[in-house]
């Protein structure tokens, strides 16, 4: 069993930075990729920022130059950077990571639970 915990969501105010966590633990043999989406209020989730096992990083138009992705492959831990937040940056954010778990041979997408981040005008 995979699972996906993230934290550090909250209220902030315009302008403002947050930085949200996420950790995979359970039986896990190697993590590709991982992610973070969001989804608004009436809206499709949307990919914000991923990086590979490697490092390489892709961000969403929207929040380049502003948020900054980074992982930490010993704990099995993604992260995400979020400065100079917009109001319109409102939303649910969860992390997904494409993972094999032990004595498996296939990768699977494991999603975390999500984590409100809310930014006021």
């Known amino acids: 069993q995979v699972q996906l915990v993230e934290s550090g969501g909250g209220l902030v105010q315009a302008g403002g930075s947050l930085r949200l966590s996420c950790a995979a633990s359970?039986?896990?043999?190697?993590?590709?990729?991982m992610g973070w989406y969001r989804q608004a209020p009436g809206k499709q989730r949307e990919l914000v920022a991923s990086?590979?096992?490697?490092?390489?990083?892709n961000y969403a138009d929207s929040v380049k130059g502003r948020f900054t992705i980074s992982r930490d492959n010993a704990k099995n831990t993604v992260y995400v950077q979020m400065n100079s937040l917009k109001p319109e940056d409102t939303a649910v954010y969860y992390c997904?990571?494409?993972?094999?778990?032990?004595?498996?041979?296939?990768?699977?997408?494991?999603w975390g639970q999500g984590t409100q981040v809310t930014v006021s005008s």
């Open positions: 997904k990571a494409v993972i094999r778990q032990t004595g498996w041979s296939s990768l699977y997408d494991y």
């Open positions: 359970g039986s896990i043999f190697s993590i590709n990729g």
């Open positions: 990086i590979t096992s490697a490092g390489s990083t």
